[in-house]
């Protein structure tokens, strides 16, 4: 039988109300899914950071070409790289 749980605070947590006696030997192995890192939603079905920021992403309008490279020569007066 396979049971979906979790990891929280370094310990492996099942979802289900499963009750295993101690001793039972288990194989954990972790779900990769395909969506990309920060599309990723935490445990409890928030999204992630990552994920709700990306709303954002190409949305800045105006900005000079070398505004990533060159970032901390605007915010702070860096000398441009």
């Known amino acids: ?3 979906r749980g979790h990891v929280e605070k370094g310990r ?3 979802e289900d109300d499963v009750d295993l006696p101690d001793g ?3 194989e954990v192995k972790p779900i990769r899914d395909k ?4 599309a ?3 445990v409890k079905g928030k999204l992630t ?3 709700r920021l990306l709303k954002y992403a190409g949305k800045a309008r ?3 070409r070398d505004a990533a490279r060159n970032l901390d020569h ?7 790289l």
Do not use: D
Request: cysteine-free.
């Open 12 to 14: 492996v947590v099942v």
């Open 24 to 26: 039972t030997p288990v």
């Open 49 to 51: 950071v990552s994920r």
């Open 40 to 42: 990723r939603t935490s």
């Open 35 to 38: 969506a990309p890192r920060g």
């Open 74 to 80: 605007y915010l702070y007066g860096h000398p441009k």
């Open 62 to 64: 105006g900005l000079p």
């Open 1 to 3: 039988m396979t049971y």
